[in-house]
């Protein structure tokens, strides 16, 4: 069975960046037709894709965050990660890591999510 | 403010069926068939209850259908169970203008009467 884990701080400080890392067990993020990526749900409010990244290391971003945006894969250990430079407040949020399937942003396994806050 | 229009709240009884509405424009629900359906307990992850507008995954009950109409996408719960109530968002595929990425709908809070 698929399994995601995300792992990172639960604290940012605002204008620094926000990193996190999703380990992959139960199957190869190598090899295969799936996508990789990132969303994200504010407290209380609806969802938001950030990003994925393809078996081939092709990335695909959300426009409205695409210039603080990097996520990168590590293949040899199942993990695959998001960097978010320059976080403010409005950045506070539960993060999931996600399987795509057939499309980037089209996902049908995740993980549990993780809370990170952007305070001082 | 979110790119997909779903009414906040829909409501019905034990075995009947409800449907949800997912209204966008041609830039995502109506031009592309990558439109998803999410369902979300309290303190969850979303789990993904219908791809490519009407394809359920594996182990996703047949009370979940979805289907879509120009601009508008729909998901359809029959036969509702208790543990149905849950919150519903949809998802998109956009492009516009050489820009694309994947959006989603504001939720809609499914309570069973």
């Known amino acids: 069975q698929l399994q995601l884990q995300e792992s990172g701080p639960g604290l940012v400080k605002p204008s620094e960046t926000l990193s996190l890392t999703c380990s992959v067990s139960g199957d190869s993020i190598s090899g295969t037709t799936y996508f990789w990526g990132w969303l994200r749900q504010p407290p209380g409010q609806g969802l938001e894709w950030i990003g994925s990244?393809?078996?081939?290391?092709?990335?695909y971003y959300n426009p409205s965050l695409k210039s603080r945006v990097t996520v990168s894969s590590d293949t040899s250990r199942s993990q695959f990660s998001l960097r978010l430079t320059s976080v403010t407040a409005s950045d506070t949020a539960v993060y999931y890591c996600?399987?795509?399937?057939?499309?980037?942003?089209?996902?049908?396994?995740w993980g549990r999510g993780t809370l990170v806050t952007v305070s001082s | 403010q979110s790119d997909l229009t779903q009414p906040a709240s829909v409501s019905g009884s034990p075995g009947q069926s409800i449907t949800i509405s997912c209204t966008g424009s041609s830039s995502d629900v109506g031009g592309y068939n990558y439109v998803a359906w999410y369902q979300q307990q309290p303190g969850k992850a979303p789990k993904l209850l219908i791809y490519?507008?009407?394809n359920r995954p594996s182990g996703v009950s047949y009370r979940f259908s979805g289907s879509k109409s120009g601009n508008t996408a729909s998901l359809t719960i029959s036969g509702l169970q208790a543990d149905d109530e849950a919150d519903y968002y949809c998802s998109s595929y956009t492009s516009y203008r050489s820009t694309s990425s994947y959006v989603f709908g504001s939720g809609t809070k499914v309570t069973i009467l």
């Open positions: 490519d507008v009407s």
């Open positions: 996600a399987r795509g399937y057939g499309s980037p942003g089209i996902c049908d396994y």
């Open positions: 990244i393809s078996d081939s290391g092709k990335t």
